[in-house]
């Protein structure tokens, strides 16, 4: 199995059971070895007392993509830390798309840096996510 199979099958066996992406509304755009990009379009129900996309949607897709692309290597992988600086508001109608990228990995720790930008390229928001991988896979896979 290719790198790149390994990261499509994690990616299928996690979006199966995702319910929460799912729900938001987000899409798993494209995933592979280490990264993943992610979006959704910004409805009105997102929206918070300013009318701007509440932040805490922005962090739950920039941790959806996290995910996926920490979980690349079917190795069962979870958050560790997390950290957001916001840059810009979403604005209603508007597709935010989060791209993560691995920038280390070495043991049983990842360092990823995810950048979610609007439809017009901008940066909305950096994150940076610290994994950890523990027990299990994300499918049946023999060595």
């Known amino acids: 199995m290719t790198p790149q199979e390994r990261a499509e099958r994690s990616a299928a066996a996690m979006w199966a059971t995702d319910a929460a992406s799912q729900w938001l509304g987000m899409s798993l755009d494209s995933v592979g070895p280490g990264t993943a990009t992610m979006s959704f379009t910004v409805q009105d129900h997102h929206l918070n007392g300013h009318h701007i996309c509440h932040g805490g949607y922005i962090f739950t897709l920039a941790d959806s993509a996290f995910a996926f692309a920490c979980n690349s290597y079917n190795q069962v992988t979870v958050a560790q830390e997390n950290s957001i600086t916001y840059l810009s508001p979403g604005q209603s109608g508007e597709r935010l798309t989060a791209t993560a990228i691995e920038s280390a990995r070495t ?29 299990g896979q994300n499918f049946e896979e023999t060595p």
């Open 107 to 135: 043991g049983r720790s990842g360092v990823y840096d995810i950048t979610v930008t609007g439809a017009d390229g901008r940066k909305v928001a950096l994150f940076r996510g610290l994994s950890r991988t523990i027990k």
